[in-house]
Structures are given as structure tokens and as C-alpha cells.
């Protein structure tokens, strides 16, 4: 069974930029009109909110507390608005 390559790394579909690829590149301004209206678009959707929104705080957090949920990985603010929901509000 053939190995899925890891986001981000080169294919046969996708190779890496050679020096050469990129002298050549089109810039954005120098795109067909077209295309540029098709990439704005795209870039202006947002999808309808599925959860309750959340609210920006600044909170404190002692430095060895903040190392351990950075290290959880992607999504350590998510889980650590789980712990607290289920710490102070699911009793």
C-alpha cells in the first residue's frame, strides 16, 4: 500500500520549486482578471459558526502551564476550554 505523503511535502503531483519555477512564477497582480476574482471570492467565505462564539481573553498562566497545553499540540486552546468547562461548569 502506497505511503500518503505528509501535508506539505513534494510529490510527483506537486514537485518542489525549482530556482527556475520560481524566476518564472506569475505574481498575483499579473493574473487574468478572471482568476483574480475567483481567488477573492474564495477568500472572503467564511462558513456559518457551528459552536457559540467565544470570547478573546487575556489571562495569566504560569509558564510551565502554558508549556504543558502548548505541547497537547494543535488545538491546546480548545482542550483547555474543555477542562475548565468540565471543571466549573458540568458539576
Known amino acids: 500500500m502506497p505511503r500518503t505523503p505528509k501535508y ?3 510529490d510527483e503531483e506537486n514537485p518542489e520549486w525549482t530556482a527556475e519555477d ?3 512564477a506569475m505574481t498575483y ?3 487574468p482578471p478572471e ?3 475567483i481567488i477573492e471570492a474564495d477568500s472572503k467565505k467564511r462558513g456559518a459558526q457551528v459552536a457559540p462564539k467565544k470570547q478573546a481573553i487575556s489571562i495569566r498562566l504560569s ?3 502554558l ?3 502548548r505541547a497537547t499540540g ?3 486552546q480548545a482542550r483547555a476550554d474543555a477542562a475548565l468547562r468540565a ?3 458540568a458539576k
Do not use: C
Open 8 to 10: 506539505g511535502t513534494p
Open 22 to 24: 520560481f524566476r518564472t
Open 29 to 31: 497582480p499579473n493574473l
Open 35 to 37: 482568476l483574480m476574482r
Open 63 to 65: 509558564p510551565d502551564v
Open 67 to 69: 508549556e504543558a497545553l
Open 74 to 76: 494543535p488545538g491546546w
Open 87 to 89: 471543571e466549573f461548569i
